[in-house]
C-alpha cells in the first residue's frame, strides 16, 4: 500500500522519521542529546528535543510559606535553562544539517515526554540514564518509558 492509498500511520516502517530526546542539563543528558542528533543525521530524521520544567519540592513549601520570591526565583531559572538548551540544541543541529523541533513542557517529565511522543509520532524516544541513587528504588524515566511500550527507548550512560 502506498501512501496515496490512505493507509493508516505505523511507527517504525522505514526507519525513524522522527527521533525524541529528553533533554535537561545533566551529562547523560547531553551525552543523549548527541547521539539522537547523529542517529537523526544518519537516518535522515527530524530531531525533537523535549525540556521538562518540573518545580521542586520546594514550590509547595515556599507556596505556602508566602515565598513568592523564591517561587518566580525558580521559574526563572527554570526559563533561562531552557533557553540555553534552545541554544545549544539549535546550534548543534545546524551545524549537522538536522531539522530540530525544540519543545519546553511543564509537569512530569515521564507524562510530558509520552505526550510529545505520541503528538509527533515519534520513532524512537531517547533519554539519559538516570544518576540518581533513589531511581533504584522507585524506578528512572527511562524504565518507566521502557514500561509504557509504545516506541524504542534508548538510554544513554
Not at 14 to 28: A, E, K, Q, R, Y
Not at 46 to 64: D, F, H, K, T, W
Not at 83 to 91: D, K, N, S, V
Request: charged share 20%; proline share 4%; aromatic share 6%.
Amino acid at each position: 500500500m502506498t501512501p496515496q492509498e490512505g493507509g493508516a500511520f505505523e511507527l517504525g516502517t522505514d526507519g525513524p522519521s522522527v527521533i525524541l530526546v529528553g533533554v535537561d542539563d545533566s551529562v547523560t543528558s547531553v551525552r543523549a542529546a548527541a547521539y539522537a542528533a547523529g542517529l537523526a543525521r544518519r537516518q535522515g530524521a527530524r530531531l525533537v528535543c523535549v525540556y521538562v520544567e518540573q518545580l521542586s519540592g520546594m514550590y509547595g513549601a515556599a507556596a505556602a510559606g508566602g515565598g513568592a520570591g523564591v517561587i518566580a526565583a525558580q521559574g526563572e531559572a527554570l526559563e533561562e535553562t531552557a533557553a540555553e538548551l534552545r541554544q545549544r540544541a539549535e546550534e548543534g543541529a545546524a551545524a549537522l544539517g538536522v531539522p530540530l523541533t525544540f519543545i519546553t513542557a511543564h509537569g512530569d517529565p515521564f507524562n510530558e515526554l509520552r505526550r510529545v511522543a505520541d503528538e509527533v509520532r515519534a520513532d524512537a524516544v531517547i533519554v539519559g540514564a538516570s544518576t540518581k541513587a533513589g531511581h533504584r528504588f522507585v524506578g528512572s524515566l527511562a524504565v518507566r518509558l521502557v514500561k509504557a511500550g509504545r516506541w524504542p527507548v534508548t538510554v544513554v550512560p
